[in-house]
């Protein structure tokens, strides 16, 4: 499958403690974004990045949340000191700006945060 | 403030009829939409995209109207199957390098055999 991966599908931790997502995109795609879904909500914009850098991250949600690509590869969002309304989906997707569909990205399965 | 709005969280055909569903925005900069569709326990799906330049794009069953003066984008299913079945989501971009994808809240389509 050479699809959007996340990892872990499912999390489930206690207020006040850190978590770290990982995304794995389509190899050939040098655009990675987070997003977070709530019950009853779209996907709301949270980062993307080009390659290794990091081109908008005023949304990120508070300066608990992080992201980062090393190398242009995998990605990793980290939530410091977790709370309860940070329980959500976090979804990551990719796009390349050299093929395929102008403009379209390819979602992963999400990884489901619930925070006790 | 909702920049882009699905008005409709649910809609049932029976199979074989058409499906509409509909979505506005209010941010004259999008200049991109994209329709999505979506099972549990899955991400997002890309279906059908149109630019601002077009008023109608087509893709075997799935057609997307844009109405630029309406500000009013709609997605046909022609026919409707049971699997078709899912939430769909309506999204748009300000540029079309395809960033921020600005999402509505979702319609749920049920098709009904």
């Known amino acids: 499958d050479t699809g959007v991966s996340q990892n872990p599908r499912h999390k489930i931790t206690k207020r006040g403690q850190n978590v770290t997502f990982r995304c794995d995109p389509i190899?050939?795609?040098?655009?990675l974004y987070w997003y977070r879904q709530t019950l009853g909500q779209g996907p709301e914009f949270l980062t993307y990045?080009?390659?290794?850098?990091?081109?908008?991250k005023s949304r990120l949600l508070s300066d608990r949340f992080s992201a980062e690509r090393p190398k242009g590869s995998f990605s990793t969002l980290e939530i410091q000191r977790t709370e309860q309304g940070d329980s959500a989906m976090y979804l990551c997707?990719?796009?390349?700006?050299?093929?395929?569909?102008?403009?379209?990205?390819?979602f992963g399965p999400g990884t489901r945060l619930t925070v006790l | 403030d909702q920049q882009v709005k699905q008005n409709s969280p649910s809609l049932s055909v029976q199979e074989g009829r058409i499906s509409i569903l509909n979505c506005d925005y209010t941010?004259?900069?999008?200049?991109?939409f994209l329709w999505y569709k979506k099972y549990p326990a899955e991400g997002p799906t890309f279906l059908i995209s149109i630019s601002s330049i077009k008023d109608k794009n087509e893709d075997g069953r799935f057609t997307v109207f844009l109405n630029k003066s309406a500000k009013h984008l709609s997605l046909h299913i022609v026919p409707s199957q049971p699997g078709d079945s899912a939430v769909y989501f309506c999204?748009?971009?300000?540029?079309?390098?395809?960033?921020?994808?600005?999402f509505g809240k979702g319609t749920t389509l049920s098709v009904s055999s």
């Open positions: 997707a990719s796009s390349s700006i050299t093929s395929g569909r102008y403009g379209e990205q390819f």
């Open positions: 999204a748009a971009s300000a540029n079309q390098a395809g960033t921020a994808l600005i």
């Open positions: 990045f080009q390659n290794e850098a990091q081109l908008e």
């Open positions: 190899s050939e795609h040098n655009r």
């Open positions: 941010n004259s900069m999008f200049d991109y």
